[in-house]
């Protein structure tokens, strides 16, 4: 049990990459918050992983705005009394052509997957340093804040803020215990990835670059979650790790 009595948060947490990560955070004797705008998919997360035997709890929030985030730190730590791991999962992709991509696709993705990932850190990182224990804060990134794609250009500019993110915010709570990682993973089965898998032309584009020749598991990213929300990574903060079949290596 390598997060036992651990209160662990994971924003996106209703499915996909999120949900892996809340299951394996729970398994390793967390007690698990999932914070997600899909309602009834969050709350039926929450109820297995009771039914299991974990103590978990269920917020609404949309982590691209402060008010909400600030409320869902509050929850948890009304429910559980503090706050040890975040994730700050929750990503949106919209594809186009450079050329043609709306300002408003643009603030949308920028919104929640670079805007929300400060602003669950910071509130975070302000409630682990209030209870004066340290933490784990881990950001999701993806092989796209250094491989860019022109068709997710939204995208590949926020995950690529991320990664920076991660850096500043790993030296400005260093001193506070706060270690502060990402994850940056290659093609991974979600519902994102859906229209790939289904897809044997753009499957086959996918695995000609990725030197493993599979997609990766949702639970393949949360064993690297659980490992940097852990003690075995105690002297690990900064980093982002690259689960991602080899893809970088090409
Ligand atoms: P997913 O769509 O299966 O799950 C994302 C979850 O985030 C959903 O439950 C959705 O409701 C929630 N969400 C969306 N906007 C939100 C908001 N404003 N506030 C709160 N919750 C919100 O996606 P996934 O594939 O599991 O991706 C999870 C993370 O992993 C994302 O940050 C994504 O960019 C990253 N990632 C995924 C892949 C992949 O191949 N699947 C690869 C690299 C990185």
Do not use: H, W
């Amino acid at each position: 049990m390598r997060l036992k009595d651990k209160v662990a948060l994971v924003t996106g947490g209703a499915a996909g990459i999120g949900l892996a990560c809340a299951r394996a955070f729970a398994a390793e004797g967390a007690k698990v918050v999932i914070a997600d705008l899909a309602v009834a998919r969050g709350e039926a997360a929450v109820e297995a992983l009771q039914e299991a035997g974990s103590d978990a709890l269920f917020v609404r929030c949309d982590v691209g705005s402060r008010a909400e985030v600030e409320a869902l730190i509050a929850s948890t730590v009304a429910a559980f009394g503090r706050l040890d791991v975040a994730l700050a999962n929750a990503g949106i992709v919209k594809a186009g052509d450079f050329l043609e991509f709306s300002e408003e696709d643009f603030d949308a993705v920028l919104r929640v997957n670079l805007k929300g990932v400060f602003l669950t850190g910071q509130a975070a990182a302000r409630q682990m340093v209030a209870q004066g224990t340290g933490g784990a804060i881990i950001n999701m990134s993806s092989v796209n804040a250094v491989m860019a794609i022109p068709s997710i250009t939204p995208y590949v500019v926020a995950k690529g803020g991320v990664n920076q993110l991660t850096k500043v915010m790993s030296l400005a709570l260093a001193d506070k215990g706060i270690r502060v990682n990402g994850i940056g993973p290659g093609s991974i089965r979600t519902e994102v990835l859906a229209s790939v898998v289904n897809d044997p032309e753009k499957m086959k584009g996918v695995l000609m670059r990725t030197p493993l020749g599979r997609v990766g598991e949702p639970e393949e990213i949360a064993s690297v979650a659980v490992f940097l929300a852990s003690e075995e990574a105690s002297y690990i903060t900064g980093q982002t790790i690259y689960p991602d079949g080899g893809r970088l290596a090409l």
